[in-house]
């Protein structure tokens, strides 16, 4: 009986022990993260262009950055309720969505 709760609390310690270490090891990963630009880039939806997704609950969307120097347009999806005139904040503005077929 002593020895059975001996090998129990042994076995609690040591998994106690190796997740404590796990648990270490993640936040080391994590601190060294690089660091991410977290500035959002402003666009104007210059036109609505039609609805995507498999059950249209993405819309299609042509914006104009504002942070940019020159007429620079992009083509987003964006998920929502949307119009003309609304103002994004865009997270990225490299990438831009595929067209509509």
Same mark, same amino acid.
């Given at each position: 009986s002593k020895? /059975?709760?001996s090998v129990l609390y042994w076995l609690l310690i040591s998994r106690h022990r190796k997740m404590s270490t796990q648990a270490k090891a993640a936040a080391k990963v994590e601190d060294e993260a690089p660091v991410?630009?977290?500035a959002a880039s402003l666009a104007i939806v210059?036109?609505?262009?039609?609805? /995507?997704?498999s059950r249209g609950g993405v819309t299609q969307v042509r914006t104009k950055l504002l942070d940019t120097v020159g007429d620079r347009t992009i083509i987003r999806n964006v998920k929502g309720p949307i119009r003309e005139g609304d103002i994004l904040a865009l997270m990225e503005t490299e990438r831009e969505a595929r067209r509509l077929r």
């Open positions: 020895a /059975t709760v991410i630009n977290d210059v036109k609505v262009i039609g609805r /995507t997704g």
